[in-house]
T-cell receptor, first 118, second 111 residues
Framework: ETGVTQTPRHLVMGMTNKKSLKCEQH?????MYWYKQSAKKPLELMFVYNFKEQTENNSVPSRFSPECPNSSHLFLHLHTLQPEDSALYLCASSQKPPQQGTRNTEAFFGQGTRLTVV | SQKIEQNSEALNIQEGKTATLTCNYTNYSPAYLQWYRQDPGRGPVFLLL?????KEKRKERLKVTFDTTLKQSLFHITASQPADSATYLCALDTGRRALTFGSGTRLQVQP
């Protein structure tokens, strides 16, 4: 148990569906992240939230919509996805010092949501 | 372009031997480098962090080296066990908002 919980663990959805992935961290961290992991590819950073503010959107299509209501919870809303969006979606958290330009500390990952788009 | 390279082929070794995994990078100047372990269908788990002014870091049976001239990190597992079988990821702190990961190397330790 890493202190980061993701639900659901598995999700199958049609291309016209709307669904949401949920992430909750119990570590008191101030930064949360969404990564996408496809087979044989590196983890691909999607979104970063620092102190609940989105600080990075890594050119992600608008069919993925993040939401961070507080520093412990992160959502990824999905709509009109494509089959190539099928992947393991990982949430992570870390404690970032408030100073600009400071280095990243270790990241704590959830177990991921295995998404299949049919 | 910036690139992080880890050997995409699986590394197969015999139990008890030392496993050595390589992480090479180009066009980055990371101050920190981290190693993670990932089991199938699960999220990565942090193992070790090494700073640019550190040549070597150890933790139990794990050892990491960091050569900023060669732009390379080596990750060693001594006295390897079948339970060490997993995919190992290196991650660079490149000054962006989050870590940048390599694609990982799968290690298989045969009993």
């Amino acid at each position: 148990e890493t202190g980061v919980t993701q639900t659901p663990r598995h999700l199958v959805m049609g291309m016209t569906n709307k669904k949401s992935l949920k992430c909750e961290q119990h570590l008191g961290h101030n930064a949360m992240y969404w990564y996408k992991q496809s087979a044989k590819k590196p983890l691909e950073l999607m979104f970063v939230y620092n102190f609940k503010e989105q600080t990075e959107n890594n050119s992600v299509p608008s069919r993925f919509s993040p939401e961070c209501p507080n520093s412990s919870h992160l959502f990824l809303h999905l709509h009109t996805l494509q089959p190539e969006d099928s992947a393991l979606y990982l949430c992570a958290s870390s404690q970032k010092p408030p100073q600009q330009g400071t280095r990243n500390t270790e990241a704590f990952f959830g177990q991921g949501t295995r998404l299949t788009v049919v | 372009s910036q690139k992080i390279e880890q050997n995409s082929e699986a590394l197969n070794i015999q139990e008890g031997k030392t496993a050595t995994l390589t992480c090479n990078y180009t066009n980055y100047s990371p101050a920190y480098l981290q190693w993670y372990r990932q089991d199938p269908g699960r999220g990565p788990v942090f193992l070790l962090l090494i700073r640019e002014n550190e040549k070597e870091k150890r933790k139990e049976r794990l050892k990491v080296t960091f050569d900023t001239t060669l732009k390379q990190s080596l990750f060693h597992i001594t006295a390897s066990q079948p339970a060490d079988s997993a995919t190992y990821l290196c991650a660079l702190d490149t000054g962006r908002r989050a870590l940048t990961f390599g694609s990982g190397t799968r290690l298989q330790v045969q009993p």
